[in-house]
């Protein structure tokens, strides 16, 4: 059974920095590209980021290029949302997901394209 789970959220001021993590088990964590979406008070859940299964590829949201980094460390089985200049716009639960194919590089921006989610971690920014 494959399992994700999300940590690392948390209450940060305008202009900080969070680092996510989402442990992964159940399959071969190595095989799968992983995702990071969000979802905010009222709205749709949203793609953020997207890390392709040996991580290389990479694809952001355009809203957050060039502040957050998406990266694994397939040894440990642990996707990394690397989130810094944080808004208050960036508050929401975070979830990670993962492919629900094999060895795809493309930009996986869609929700369907995951067959497997986390619980989700909650990160709060004040102004």
């Known amino acids: 059974q494959v399992q994700l789970v999300e940590s690392g959220g948390g209450l940060v001021q305008a202009g900080g920095s969070l680092r996510l993590s989402c442990a992964a088990s159940g399959r071969t964590f190595s095989s799968y590209a992983m995702g990071w979406f969000r979802q905010a008070p009222g709205k749709e859940r949203e793609f953020v980021a997207t890390?392709?299964?040996?991580?290389?590829?990479?694809y952001y949201a355009d809203s957050m290029k060039g502040r957050f980094t998406i990266s694994r460390d397939n040894a440990k089985s642990t996707v990394y949302l690397q989130m810094n200049s944080l808004k208050p716009e960036d508050t929401a639960v975070y979830y990670c997901a993962q492919d629900s194919a094999t060895y795809r590089n493309g930009r996986l921006l869609r929700q369907g394209e995951y067959d497997y989610w986390g619980q989700g971690t909650q990160v709060t920014v004040s102004s």
């Open positions: 890390i392709d299964w040996v991580g290389v590829a990479l």
